[in-house]
């Protein structure tokens, strides 16, 4: 007769245990610990857990990110003289001694808890580090003691008490006077031949020589010592007895008050045994802290975006397999809202399992507080992550590979809720498949009807139909080359996979008539839907590869449109600068003219005083060069000056001649000055029609702009005159500048035109949100929509504002950023760390 297997006995683990060991969560844990730089804080590391509560997942993620702010900004908190003493506190509570290296440590542990709240009591934007921080002891005069009377190699310093160090100064006196005595000796008995070796050495804390062991008659003394050969004695001189003694006696001494300075010492510690603890505690937190943003740095992860509403969901962009390294292939995954259950299928080693475990494994980090390595993460927070993955049969549970998948099955399907992930690997597998792919399906139903989020690979063809067409499902595959039929690792939403199981046999070389063979056993429809698959596929790869193009193009326009624009900038600075010069050159020919118009009419005068009176023209005008000087036209920017008017080296003449005739010089003086006013007046000289014609002619006094080449604004003190200038005040100076110095209005609205883009002002504006969202939005789209609400911001006085573009694919974001890097109204813009995966930008306007 048989006897009926025994029951399961074997231990009963704890369903959301065994699913952090079959997703390696210890080996993520083990990663993080290698960056931690307290042993406290490895031993937190080691011990996480994911969080079921949702205030205590927040603080974790504020800590983490806090941290990694803190991290990348350079700060540093150096905990490398900080030591888990633990062990020694302990012992102390008990009344114990401790050794100097033990009270070294406690010394190096207060500097390091010093040291920390030092970095971070300045740092008012990391609340929650700084909070905790605050809980570390200030025990300066414990510190100042063991500073005072511990070494560095953990001796007892001379300043441990005064008793010790007069003991020490006697002490060496003593010893001094001793080796005095001995060096005398030495030289005696080394002349009579007794000593074996001319050597002073110790022997039980007594000084002595090492002597023949047939001459110890020749030297009074007291034998301490015999070496092992017998042949030398160690000998302490009758003459130095009392000397040694004195020694001796005052080394006991010593090291009764060192070991009083000791004891005293432990008691300190062990009063403040429970402050010290306490910082160990915070030490080990903040490490673990720090060491959580080390490793966020390190795998280029991002914080998570927690989702509380109903129904539970997981959306991961560009996620990557923590254990995987630097070269994993990203994946992006969508499951739970309208689409509570994902089935995943592919064939083997076409990387169906990792995704999974990515799923399962992520959200598991985002709950113990880690960030994790995705471009974007959007969780809800769940109250248990249950997962059934590999073979986990027991012979000697006597359960085979299908018992054991069921037992986790019936685990996982008891304890899940609404609020709970699954991830299942192999769903149906292990057992005939058709009652395989029943009982799937069966499973699939019954956890979707009860709101739990499932993902779930399978070779079964059938589950992947029947999720094709349920509601609350859908299909994921995993994805081979076209060509090579290499593994891509990468995750297709919305299509069922196909196996590839045939075409994998022919090229691993099994026998052609046996695959062709299996090929006419398909069934037309099996055979009809592979292709459809397999056209399908090649569709959509087609399809991404054009929209990758079409990014990157849009991308490069979207630089080469900044590199014009910045080349035109250039351009029209430097007009600005030869305009500048040319009407400097101008300023000084006039100048010279009407110097020598002044001589000529003094020598005119002087002409009608010897000789005749005489008439002189009407006198000419004011001086031309009190007022701004005219802009050259375009003719000018094209490269040259109007002929009258070209650069010329003016020498000083000196007075002129009397002899010639005074009115003939005056009258050349004067068509010389007209010449120079037909010119000024000329068009070539005419300011150039400006893009900001019609808003510069609305300044009013008390108006705020910005002029070229000054980063900080300008009030406007006259508004612009008909000559073309405008007076403001630079600091505590007034200035009377031209109006084409004035670059752009401090606080105005942009309006983008065909032509170019107009400021104006727009009191009526309404309110503006200090956030934008364009996150679906095309390139070109978003950046007609940035422009309208920068202009918006800028009119409303707003000083930061934020756009938030989503990560995808990073074209939207990069355009984004490439159109704002030299926009006239931002100052500057970076990362929001905030917002995970890159996903949104911080302007300062």
Same mark, same amino acid.
């Given at each position: ?515 062709? @063979? +299996?090929?006419?056993? $398909?069934?037309? *429809?099996? #055979?009809? =839907?592979?292709? &459809?698959?397999? !056209? %399908?596929?090649?569709? /959509? ?7 990758? @193009? +079409?990014?990157?193009? $849009?991308?490069? *326009?979207? #630089?080469? =449109?900044?590199? &014009?624009?910045? !080349? %035109?900038?250039?351009? /029209? ?7 500048? @010069? +040319?009407?400097?050159? $101008? ?11 002044? !001589? ?30 005219? !802009? ?214």
């Amino acid at each position: 007769m048989i006897e009926p297997a025994p029951p399961d006995t074997g231990p009963s683990l704890d369903p959301k245990a065994e699913s952090l060991r079959l997703l390696e969560f210890h080996l993520v844990l083990r990663r993080l610990a290698g960056y931690t730089t307290f042993p406290v804080a490895r031993e937190l590391a080691l011990a996480l857990t994911p969080s079921y509560r949702s205030d205590q997942v927040e603080h974790r993620h504020r800590e983490t990110a806090e941290a990694r702010r803190l991290s990348e900004a350079g700060a540093h908190l150096d905990m490398g003289e900080a030591a888990d003493l633990r062990p020694v506190l302990q012992r102390a509570a008990l009344a114990g001694v401790l050794r100097g290296e033990e009270l070294r440590q406690i010394a190096g542990t207060l500097r390091a808890m010093r040291g920390v709240w030092g970095v971070l009591s300045r740092r008012r934007e990391s609340a929650i580090l700084r909070s905790a921080a605050q809980g570390l002891p200030s025990l300066q005069a414990l510190e100042d003691r063991l500073d005072r009377s511990i070494g560095t190699a953990g001796e007892v310093l001379d300043t441990a008490s005064p008793a010790l160090r007069a003991l020490r100064v006697d002490s060496r006196a003593a010893y001094q006077g001793l080796m005095d005595s001995m060096e005398r000796v030495l030289r005696q008995a080394q002349r009579q031949g007794i000593l074996q070796e001319p050597i002073i050495t110790e022997r039980q804390g007594r000084m002595v020589l090492l002597v023949k062991a047939e001459m110890k008659g020749r030297l009074p003394g007291i034998v301490h010592d015999v070496s092992d050969s017998g042949a030398s004695l160690f000998m302490e001189p009758m003459s130095v007895v009392g000397s040694g003694n004195r020694w001796r006696e005052l080394r006991l001494a010593e090291e009764r008050e060192v070991e009083r300075v000791l004891r005293d010492l432990s008691a300190e510690v062990e009063s403040a045994g429970g402050d010290l603890l306490r910082g160990v505690e915070i030490l080990a937190r903040l490490d673990l802290a720090m060491a959580k943003a080390r490793y966020a740095s390190a795998v280029s992860a991002s914080p998570p975006t927690f989702l509380e509403a109903l129904p539970q969901c997981v959306r991961l962009v560009d996620a990557r397999h923590p254990l995987l390294g630097p070269d994993a292939v990203p994946i992006t995954v969508e499951v739970g809202g309208d689409v509570g259950v994902l089935v995943i299928t592919g064939p083997n080693a076409g990387g169906k399992t990792v995704a999974l475990k990515t799923v399962g494994l992520l959200a598991l980090m985002a709950q113990a507080g880690l960030q994790v390595p995705a471009r974007d993460a959007t969780l809800s927070l769940f109250d248990g992550v249950y997962c059934d993955i590999g073979d986990q049969q027991s012979i000697e549970r006597s359960l085979s590979t299908f018992s054991s998948h069921i037992k986790n099955l019936k685990a996982i399907v008891d304890l899940a809720t609404s609020r709970s992930l699954v991830v299942i690997d192999e769903l149906g597998a292990s057992t005939d498949p058709e009652e395989g792919s029943a009982l799937a399906k069966a499973v699939l139903s019954h956890l979707r009807d009860r709101g739990v989020t499932v993902a779930v690979t399978t070779h079964q063809r059938d589950v992947a139909a029947f999720a094709q067409g349920e509601p609350g499902m859908a299909n994921a595959s995993v994805e081979l080359a076209p060509v090579t039929l290499d593994p891509t690792y990468r995750l297709a939403m919305g299509l069922p996979g196909r196996s590839y199981a045939l075409t994998i046999a022919s090229r691993l070389g099994l026998d052609r008539s046996i695959v062709e @063979e +299996a090929r006419s056993q $398909l069934t037309p *429809a099996h #055979r009809s =839907s592979e292709t &459809l698959l397999r !056209e %399908l596929q090649e569709e /959509r790869h087609l399809a991404e590869e054009k929209r990758r @193009e +079409a990014e990157q193009t $849009l991308a490069a *326009a979207a #630089r080469r =449109s900044r590199e &014009l624009d910045e !080349e %035109l900038a250039r351009l /029209r600075d430097g007009e600005a600068a030869m305009m500048e @010069e +040319a009407r400097h050159l $101008l300023q000084v020919r006039v100048e010279e003219v009407q110097r020598r118009l002044r !001589e000529a009419e003094r020598a005119a005068g002087r002409a009608r005083r010897r000789h005749s009176p005489m008439t002189l023209p009407p006198a000419a005008p004011g001086n031309l060069g009190d007022g701004p000087a005219a !802009e050259p036209a375009s003719a000018y920017a094209q490269g040259g000056l109007p002929q009258a008017v070209q650069p010329q080296v003016v020498q000083d003449q000196g007075s002129p001649d009397p002899d010639p005739d005074p009115s003939e010089a005056v009258r050349a003086a004067r068509d010389e000055l007209a010449a120079v006013r037909r010119d000024l007046d000329s068009q070539e000289w005419k300011p150039p029609s400006s893009r900001r014609e019609d808003w510069v002619r609305e300044l009013r006094s008390g108006d705020r702009v910005y002029l070229k080449g000054v980063p900080q604004p300008v009030e406007v003190i006259t508004p612009p005159d008909d000559d073309g200038s405008v007076e403001v005040l630079l600091g505590t100076m007034r200035a009377r500048l031209p109006v084409y110095r004035v670059d752009r209005p401090a606080y105005a609205y942009v309006t983008p035109t065909g032509d170019g883009v107009f400021y104006t002002r727009d009191p009526k504006k309404p309110a503006v949100a200090p956030e934008l969202d364009l996150r679906g939005k095309r390139v070109e789209e978003a950046v007609a929509r940035v422009e309208e609400y920068l202009n918006d911001a800028a009119m409303a006085g707003l000083a930061r504002v934020r756009i938030v573009h989503g990560s995808g694919t990073g074209a939207l974001r990069e355009s984004l950023r490439e159109h704002l890097r030299n926009h006239p109204l931002v100052k500057s813009f970076g990362r929001d760390e905030i917002t995970p995966g890159d996903g949104a930008t911080l302007l300062e306007l």
